[in-house]
């Protein structure tokens, strides 16, 4: 008798069990057509790059949660941390093969190894979606639309997409005096939620000084609808700009769509220490703020610097998907289910077996999910087995219902019995039912 | 200026563009689809596991092919280099919110080392099917049920599931007296396609005698029909009992849903050096045999054992993705397109982006894949970023066909111009057209 291995998965990895993987699965299909409809294509990269290419400029942050370790031709090698930076090279290296503008669509897993807090996995699934090769502001709306309609599509109940743009937050800065200082308050303002309005005065009082500090929280105040605030945040700026202007464009095409519920133009959104340079957005379902963005993104001047000398202006947006089922499964959203299965052939008798799967032929052939019980045993633990599948009809056939070519139905919700019925019969009780 | 760093992908690893991924995902939801019909759940373990886990037992060979590493935590990690040992973990940790038998589907990347030769890649997708729980013919058969449908929804052409059941095989070297012998015996006949008939009888009178070797050669050759060669083996073997009953009932399984067509007893089918103790197949493509077998699986005494008391006997097999994709491209089968946009929206005025994201939103509510040019340029680079997206349609609008609430639609392929249609007029068109 050999030792017995603990069968024991690492800290911030998950199994995922069947119901949860077909929620996944249903989630990710929906967003994969919805992507499609606008016109997006999906690719795919590695999930180990060279870890040169995977940490660019560097920065200590994300060397430290990086898997990298030296495989067996010595190459010093890394696990893929976004999708990102894989894209970038991915324009880089692929850009004779391609067209521009290019949409893609990536869902697929990442690996940071971070401290496993609430929520955070070290093994995750990110949803990208950009646009690269224009700077058009009908590029920025597109983007818009589509983390509206994904969320649509998953039923997300009552969310709102906050936008803001970081050219004004500059400028702003600038007529201050103190852009300089900008990426600290930056990652200050983007702060507030977390540590509150108190504690951001007292940091920007820091930076700057008293007065400063509140035309900050002045400007990252949010008023009473779009053009108010944006007329706020441009006066405060220094007057109309290219900024200001996209952002007008913006607001009249979510108009002309007849969409401005859904959309707040938000001061204060600032994606901290994010490569963007223009439009911000992030995305809160109002029922669970607590939760954090659920889908985010915004502008970014040029995707392959580091890889390629050509300029590459882009516009894009990330579901974060763990964190949206987390939420609509708080929600009651989750569909969840143990299978597809709609039907169930009970084994009544081993003589039967070829029958019975000619049967469950018979119902897939008609579309319907139609599994075989493969062990003739006790009705017992047949139905017990249909239970923990959810499957919400069976079918019984013992070698009398063979000879007169029926099968007897059973609903196994309402524990209601459809007898002796032909198989054209029962294909169409089945369609009653389901 | 900073320097620009190579974007290049390691050795064996491979960027999927966009017509690639799309055939991708359209045989990885087809296979899906047809896995559910059979009442098959999907799972998802992780990429990382510990290394402890995924070596079981440990064989040389493994174990040099593996990515494996030291994690941040100091943990001896591995990439997985199969689905197969992460099923098994997987049920012996799982198992207490499991019924049985539990039927699962997994498609998903693993990694291994290994030379890239001819079609070898380190990061590669496998497909695998697996029912554990139950030793009934029954199962066998439906996973050869699956096998077989599956490549029909794939619309594979002609090809052929070759099946043999190694307790035969044994049984037949233990009336010879040579049972000791089987690994190494097994290893050669599974050669025979490889190095031909002559080194294989050259390598079996090594390990037996030429008497011996001649007796191999001949069990291994399969007769006209299935039935008389399922009646040489039970001679060979010395007689009737399970296994030959157990080939006799999957065969009777196979003619009460008239599929003989498609199935073959093959007994110089073994799976060389896998864990299989019963039934073992293997498929070929009629067209293109020298790809070797794209879906090869078989039956097994114990999935867990390595981790777990409880014995969970299983059948199931794997669908070799890349190797099906490649052999389905060469024999002119793959249905790759460079997008699945229907119709594009050309750009003609900026003061219309408004209007042409309206007018793409009415077809995308009409089912259609639609997108919006985002520049406002000539038509000429906008005809060609279309011809690059294979669109087959385009709407052209313009300030005056605003005004009077039409489109003007060109049939791209056939370059026909249907002009001044209504919205109405346009979608009805478009569903002509398509």
Redesign the interface.
Known sequence: M?K????????G??????AT??E??RVI?LL?DNF????F??????????S??LL??GSGETD?QM?R?????K?D?S?RFDLTIPFA??M???RK???L?F??FHIS?V?R?ENTQRGRYR?FTQCDFD?VG?D????D??IL?IMRSSLRALDVPNCTIHMSHRGIFNRFLNHLGILDQNVEILRTVDKLAKIGRDEVVRLLTELSDTEKAGKILDFIQKEEGFIPTLEKLEALAGGPAEDTQRLR?IY??I???GIEDGFVLNPSITRGLDYYTGLVYETFLDDLPAIGSVCSGGRYNNL??????ESLPGVGSSIGLDRLMAGLEELGQSASK????QL?IL?MDTAL??????L??SF?KAG?????Y??TKKLGPQF??AE??S?PLAIICGSNEKEAGTVNLKDMTKRENFDALTLEEALAKAGELL
Chains 1, 2 share one sequence.
């Open positions: 050999s017995i291995i603990e069968p024991k998965v690492l800290k990895f998950r199994d995922f069990l069947p993987e077909i996944r699965k299909r994969e499609e409809s606008y016109g294509v999906p690719i795919d990269t590695p999930a180990l790059e060279y040169e290419v660019g400029k430290k898997y370790f030296e495989d067996n031709g190459r090698v696990l090279r991915f880089a290296k692929n093969d391609l067209y503008p949409k893609r897993k690996w190894g093994e646009i224009t058009s502001p009908s590029a709306f597109e639309m464009d009249a095409y108009c002309e769509l392959a610097e580091l890889y390629s000398k143990a299978s597809k299965t169930i084994n077996i070829g029958h019975y799967h000619s469950a032929d897939r319907y999910c139609c599994e075989v493969h062990e017990k087995f923990a599948k499957i």
